[in-house]
């Protein structure tokens, strides 16, 4: 069943049509990979997404429902976990501050997420999952932290109000093949374990034949299911 | 609610920016706590003196509004030519007892009551002793006559219309006629009408700190028309009146006619230690008897010159009385000649005495002073007559606005130091907002990108601002009541110096047309300069009241909220897509 689905979607940047008459659905429990050269329209897509950016015709549904008609902020507190290039995480917050502040954001009560009792053991247990000790890194600053342990923290962040949907912009750019490839291994968990749908843009071919779905984006639109 | 507790984390976790912010406000504030502070006691030493303060006023002609008058009738500038005109005004304008009276009874609006609480009046003759010799320091007049030599012959002023014209000084006058200066009598015959007159308007009493004290004697019946009277004990000091005692009598006479004598028997001695000179006369030289008698003399003698004048009325004689009348005119400050012993130009030509009439409104507050003076403006006009014509002046509260000069200067000072801080400060916080903002652009997208609402992200960053501002304007209350006080103390101090010292060189504050200074009149009337106690620091308590603080928690959130709304205006800008993607 789709989570995300783009219909018809086209984008144009003044006098620099993008994206034309896009159309695909993303389904839930499955790693799509968005590969492309620059320029063909990767991480404005992702915008799109995510719900920064409106298509300038056509539309995007989320569980069966144009995203443009709901608040825009609710959807993406609520509904997608975006993972940014460079994580865009909140330099004078600690990591567990950084991820109680998405959860926080969103508005979900902690019953709705999970059963842990307190925020900080449900932080903690996030931290975990995406492979960090968080008694070690829990209360340091981003700043203090590695760029590929930024990168978990980001994740952990995007998890945090458990949305259907997580899009990550380039997560392995900055790092390291062994690194890189643990944290697919992280998305693939979230997709194959936890059954979301995750999906990210890559320049790396490695990285993305990993993924379940790989979507080579071509310059106007059109995609290459590889 | 999360969003107050990431404020105030924020505002922890980025000290330096917000002690900068918190350091400019706690400047402002304190800067802004002494001046409020200053304007506020200002205001408490006004009001609460003021309040309760009993103000003797008199009502006057207006001497600027005759001066211009008289420019306008004559098209002249030239004093000597304006001078007859101004007296002849005056003469025509000024009040006797019953036009007083008449101002006595005004009403307060919608009120049977009258604003005036008491009415006192006196009327003074000018006449000359004959076995009584007036009190005279030799000494004195001549260092006196010395510095009148020096003194320059020709005086500018401005005229009330802001023109400056030229007009000789009094040694210059009495050059040119000689005669008239000459004629004025050695002694004043003020009459009142009751003690409590006296205690009013010539500041008798028995408190220590009294102008005037009986020392000898008992005080004559209220408005008796026993000729009886109260001399200075200083005239004993004279070699010629040492002898004279109370229960003697001494005799006096009509400048103008030796014949005419009045007996009037010594019922007490004073002592003047005001050291005041008011009507140009001598404190010592000022016998003090009842209304009745003065009116009861000046009857007399207008019947006994009537008698002899057809005689000598076109003698040379009669130019003298003319300029003795002008002379004791132009000496008191708020009479009026009583135009019931003559009239017209055979006033002009008479030796009989003239008495001079005198009246004081006593009020029992301010507003009601002030509602006087509004009432007398309505009055003349509905009267037909300009509502300019008469002036009510007041040197009680002259003297007590002297006072408080100093603190107005201060306040002044204050206010505008109050106003450029704020300013200064409100644009250095907006700039600071706007470095801050272009320096957190990147926070904003995160938070936009995550799902934060631009209204919560506003309220954020206006929790943060409001934060550090009100607990610098905390600090600076603190801080500015500390220092309010040696501050105020220091400014005021050097305020008063200052004022001490412009009074030195000027000597007593006149009237317009009187001895010379600005014809501009001080708004309260004349006040001795050496009668003005200043308000000095100690006297006011400069404490930071709940009044002040609302004042600041004002300013505060003013402030806050003019920086909070710049840094809003970026953050409504902002497109987090935008942000995010041109993070370098």
Do not use: W
């Amino acid at each position: 069943m789709s989570v995300i689905e783009l219909k018809n979607v086209s984008f144009a940047y003044p006098n620099n049509p993008v994206i034309r008459n896009l159309d695909y659905a993303f389904e839930a429990g499955r790693v799509y990979a968005i590969t492309g050269k620059s320029g063909s329209g990767k991480t404005t897509l992702l915008s799109m997404l995510s719900g920064i950016m409106d298509p300038t015709s056509g539309y995007i549904t989320y569980n069966g429902y144009p995203i443009e008609e709901s608040d825009k902020y609710v959807y993406r507190s609520r509904s997608v976990g975006v993972i940014f290039q460079e994580y865009n995480l909140l330099p004078k917050f600690t990591v567990r501050e950084n991820i109680m502040l998405s959860l926080d954001i969103s508005g979900k009560k902690l019953s709705e997420l999970t059963y842990y009792k307190t925020k900080r053991e449900y932080i903690d247990s996030l931290i975990y999952e995406v492979g960090l000790n968080p008694e070690e890194i829990g209360n340091r600053r981003i700043l203090r932290i590695s760029g590929g342990q930024q990168q978990r923290i980001a994740i952990a962040r995007a998890l945090s109000f458990q949305p259907g949907v997580i899009l990550a912009d380039e997560p392995t750019g900055n790092l390291d093949i062994d690194t890189s490839i643990d944290i697919m291994n992280v998305f693939i968990h979230l997709a194959h374990e936890l059954n979301r749908c995750v999906i990210i843009v890559t320049h790396s071919p490695q990285i993305a034949n990993m993924a379940d779905v790989r979507l080579d984006l071509q310059p106007f639109s059109k995609y290459t299911n590889v | 609610m999360f969003i107050i507790k990431y404020a105030l984390k924020s505002i922890s976790r980025s000290l330096g920016r917000n002690i900068l912010i918190g350091i400019i406000v706690l400047i402002i504030s304190t800067a802004a706590c002494v001046a409020m502070s200053i304007q506020q006691a200002a205001e408490k030493a006004a009001a609460n003196t003021l309040k309760d303060m009993n103000i003797s006023a008199q009502l006057n002609v207006d001497r600027g509004y005759i001066y211009n008058k008289a420019q306008e009738k004559t098209g002249s500038q030239d004093m000597n030519e304006l001078m007859p005109e101004m007296n002849s005004l005056m003469k025509e304008y000024s009040l006797d007892l019953d036009g007083m009276e008449e101002y006595k009874n005004i009403k307060k609006p919608g009120s049977s009551e009258s604003i005036v609480k008491t009415f006192y009046y006196n009327s003074s003759l000018s006449i000359n002793g004959s076995d009584i010799e007036k009190y005279d320091l030799t000494a004195t007049t001549e260092a006196a006559t010395e510095a009148a030599t020096e003194a320059p012959t020709v005086q500018k002023m401005t005229d009330p219309a802001g023109n400056e014209v030229e007009m000789p000084t009094a040694p210059q006058m009495q050059q040119q006629e000689p005669e008239q200066l000459e004629k004025a009598g050695d002694f004043d015959l003020v009459g009142y009408n009751s003690y409590a007159a006296m205690e009013v308007m010539a500041g008798f009493g028995t408190d220590d700190d009294a102008a005037c004290k009986i020392t000898d004697g008992t005080m004559f019946e209220d408005n008796t028309s026993e000729y009886v009277c109260v001399i200075n004990e200083d005239l004993l000091k004279m070699d010629a009146n040492k002898d004279k005692k109370v229960g003697d009598s001494i005799e006096l006479v009509n400048p103008k006619n030796e014949d005419e004598t009045y007996s009037l028997k010594i019922a007490a001695l004073y002592k003047d230690s005001s050291g005041s000179t008011a009507m140009g006369t001598d404190p010592a030289n000022i016998i003090i008897t009842s209304y009745s008698v003065v009116k009861d003399i000046e009857s007399k003698s207008e019947s006994t010159n009537n008698s002899t004048s057809s005689s000598s009325s076109n003698s040379k004689d009669s130019t003298k009385s003319t300029t003795a009348t002008t002379a004791a005119t132009t000496a008191a400050t708020t009479s009026s000649s009583s135009s019931s012993s003559s009239s017209g130009s055979s006033d002009e030509e008479s030796n009989a005495l003239v008495s001079q009439f005198n009246g004081t409104f006593v009020f029992g507050s301010v507003a009601d002073y002030e509602q006087f003076k509004e009432e007398i403006k309505t009055k003349a006009k509905s009267d037909g007559m300009d509502e300019d014509l008469y002036i009510v002046t007041s040197s009680d509260v002259a003297t007590f606005k002297a006072g408080l000069k100093p603190l107005e200067n201060l306040k002044s000072f204050a206010t505008t130091f109050l106003y450029l801080t704020l300013a200064i400060g409100a644009i250095v916080l907006i700039v600071i907002s706007v470095i801050s903002i272009r320096d957190r652009k990147y926070e904003i997208g995160a938070l936009a990108a995550m799902g934060l609402k631009k209204l919560k992200l506003s309220m954020m960053f206006m929790i943060e601002v409001l934060t550090v501002t009100l607990v610098a304007i905390l600090i600076g209350a603190i801080a500015g009541s500390a220092a309010s006080v040696p501050v105020t103390s220091y400014l005021l101090s050097a305020q008063v110096e200052q004022q001490q010292s412009e009074n030195a060189s000027v000597g007593k504050q006149q009237a317009p047309g009187m001895q010379g200074g600005n014809m501009e009149r001080p708004e309260d009337g004349e006040y001795d300069a050496s009668k003005v106690e200043y308000v000095n620091a100690d006297d006011i308590g400069f404490s930071v009241d709940m009044f002040v603080i609302l004042k600041m928690l004002a300013i505060g959130i003013m402030l806050a909220v003019v920086s909070g709304f710049t840094s809003i205006l970026f953050i409504l800008r902002y497109d987090p897509k935008q942000i995010l993607a041109n993070r370098d």
